[in-house]
């Protein structure tokens, strides 16, 4: 007998990151590349059953493999739809099969355990080898590797081919996951863990998608099908919304739009921006994926100020080689135009890369592991190759090349020297290389503290006030555990943010602040009474920016930031921000959009 589901609305609270509500049919993702492998242990009696399982995964991989692979011929064309031959001819391979069924058997172990080991040990054969058409068919095993534990998960791995309206319900949506959605289709997201600088809630504050993140446990009850509101002003998800809740909804929603038509920005965005007592203020735009290019110049931003390229990856972590890459940062640049682009090295490792070799969950500490920077220096082939393909591109547009994560000027040092050897190679080569500035990030502590030796050795700063706020606190950005901790308008923050701004003035170089919390308009205004002249956000934030940036005075910015560098804690620093711009500009700093009154915990 089959249990019927139960239907009644049920409500979670979440982090609410981005605006606006909406409602749909869930689909479930499954992001795959987080997937934690445990082993656990099988008791003898039960030994048959969990090959047997085994089994079932392998044939449901096997059914989905020929769905694919017969709609890929379809879409795509046949001499598409091999790739899937090779996934196909692995997952009947007898040898890995009876491989699998036999470390099962021998360590009574779950068929997932038994599958990771199998393969990494494949993996680490074809490490070795140093033939790259070879070893390219890592990922393949890769690729059926997670689709296998997948399938013993019981879970669809076809998500991500959206075909029709949806609200994408997910653990949570790592950057490459979400590069490869079809965004027309996404109604609104839920993940059940995240915070405010999180991948999914930046990139849904981008592209105006309602999202609620921090949902603990929405996805382990959601069902692809199901009905829910998504209301992201209030950071709230229903499942199976009864009439009175779809009522209301609607209700809202029609009075929201009347609003946004009236609210429509009708300024010049073009038109150079200033305080009211004459401080120019330069916006640049972060971007991400292809449809926001686009967005750069319809809401008026000076160039890009951040191109995350990692968001180049695809699901696979397959890396675009130098051409790809270099088609990708021309056409960037020459939306950028006059302005140009900077372009961010690859920031891998962390909460940033996609499943591979180098999984990050194979890291005790990926946050404080091989990411950004480390990872480049770790990998020489892939920075050459990125490094190529930059200086070539900066040859045809206007491109900056940023360094994630640095931590002092030994990391620029050895950046440099890889990318002044790549240009001497590309001039032998009879190849065309530009004029490249070369920038650091500055997110980590140590950074801020040896700031002035880093000015005197990069042409421009980028603060990343997301890493910063997560490094400077040790508060883990997508953990929403522990987002009661995670506060922007830390003094701890402000005072780091004051002393890399000061060692750019001193060292006469140009720094942008480039984290998110450049796009909120109150933190943009602390952020302008700190001394900062240039910001880069989400391009959808930038009317609404300028539009506070326009009506202060940066004289009495400057006196509130001064006022918020005295305090001893983040609750002090928000009740200043909170009287400081609400009780002067009211009609600029709502309520709603000040900092609220928070509680730990
Ligand atoms: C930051 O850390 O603030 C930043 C801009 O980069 P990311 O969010 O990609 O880490
Ligand atoms: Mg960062």
Redesign the pocket.
């Known amino acids: 007998m089959t249990r019927r589901r139960d239907k009644t609305e049920q409500r979670w609270q979440g982090i609410a990151v981005s605006d606006g509500a909406a409602s749909g049919r869930v689909l479930r993702i499954h992001s795959g590349g987080r997937h934690s492998t445990f082993r656990s242990a099988v008791e003898p009696g039960e030994l048959e059953r969990e090959v047997r399982r085994y089994r079932a995964a392998v044939r449901l991989a096997r059914r989905q493999l020929l769905a694919l692979k017969k709609r890929a011929a379809h879409t795509l064309g046949e001499e598409h739809a091999y790739i899937f031959d090779a996934h196909l001819l692995m997952l009947e391979d007898r040898k890995l099969n009876e491989d699998v069924e036999a470390v099962i058997l021998a360590e009574s172990v779950n068929s997932e355990w038994a599958v990771k080991v199998v393969t990494d040990r494949l993996l680490a054969v074809y490490d070795e080898i140093k033939d790259d058409y070879l070893r390219e068919r890592s990922s393949d095993i890769e690729d059926v590797t997670r689709r296998l534990i997948v399938a013993l998960s019981g879970e669809s791995m076809g998500g991500r081919r959206l075909t029709e309206d949806a609200v994408v319900v997910a653990e949570e949506l790592l950057p490459s996951t979400l590069a490869e959605l079809d965004f027309t289709h996404v109604k609104a997201v839920a993940t059940d863990v995240g915070g405010w600088?999180s991948?999914t809630a930046?990139i849904a504050r981008g592209l105006g998608i309602p999202a609620v993140v921090g949902l603990r446990d929405f996805y382990r009850t959601a069902r692809t099908g199901d009905t829910a509101l998504i209301d992201a002003g209030r950071g709230e998800v229903v499942l199976h919304p009864g009439a009175d809740s779809l009522e209301r909804f609607g209700d809202e929603r029609r009075a929201a739009s009347a609003s946004a038509a009236r609210a429509a920005p009708s300024e010049d965005l073009r038109a150079p921006l200033r305080t009211r007592d004459g401080v120019g203020v330069t916006l640049r735009a972060?971007v991400e994926l292809p449809v926001e290019y686009e967005w750069v110049n319809r809401y008026g931003a000076r160039g890009i100020g951040?191109f995350?390229s990692?968001f180049l990856l695809s699901h696979r972590g397959s890396m675009p080689d130098e051409d790809e890459q270099r088609a990708a940062y021309e056409e960037l640049a020459r939306v950028a135009g006059d302005e140009g682009v900077t372009v961010?090295l690859f920031?891998l490792g962390?909460?940033?890369l996609p499943g591979s070799r180098l999984d990050p969950a194979e890291e005790r500490n990926p946050a404080l592991g091989l990411r950004?920077i480390r990872f480049c220096l770790q990998h020489p082939e892939i920075l050459r190759t990125q490094a190529r393909a930059v200086l070539r591109a900066a040859a045809r547009g206007r491109i900056d090349l940023v360094l994630?994560?640095v931590s002092d000027v030994t990391d620029v040092r050895r950046a440099r020297e890889v990318i002044e050897e790549e240009r001497d190679r590309l001039e032998a080569e009879g190849k065309e290389a530009g004029p490249l500035r070369v920038g650091a990030?500055i997110?980590v502590p140590s950074a801020v503290l040896v700031a002035d030796s880093l000015a005197r050795e990069v042409d421009f700063f980028?603060?990343?006030?997301?890493?910063?706020?997560?490094y400077t606190l040790a508060v883990d950005?997508g953990n929403d555990e522990v987002a009661g901790w995670f506060r922007s308008l830390h003094p701890a923050v402000l005072l780091s943010v004051r002393r890399a701004l000061d060692a750019a003035l001193a060292a006469g170089i140009p720094s942008v602040v480039?984290?998110?919390?450049a796009g909120s308009p109150a933190y943009a205004a602390v952020l302008v009474g700190l001394g900062a002249r240039e910001l880069?956000m989400a391009p959808g934030s930038i009317p609404r920016v300028r539009r506070s940036i326009q009506g202060i005075e940066e004289g009495a910015a400057a006196e509130i930031a001064a006022a918020c560098l005295e305090c001893a804690d983040a609750d002090a620093v928000e009740e200043i921000v909170r009287e400081g711009l609400g009780g002067r500009w009211p009609n600029l700093f709502p309520p709603e959009i000040l900092p609220p009154r928070k509680s730990r915990g």
Do not use: F, W, Y
């Open positions: 600088t991948h930046i972060n951040l995350r990692e961010r920031d962390g909460d940033k950004a994630p994560m990030m997110e980028s603060l990343g006030t997301n890493d910063l706020v997560q950005r480039c984290g998110e919390m880069s």
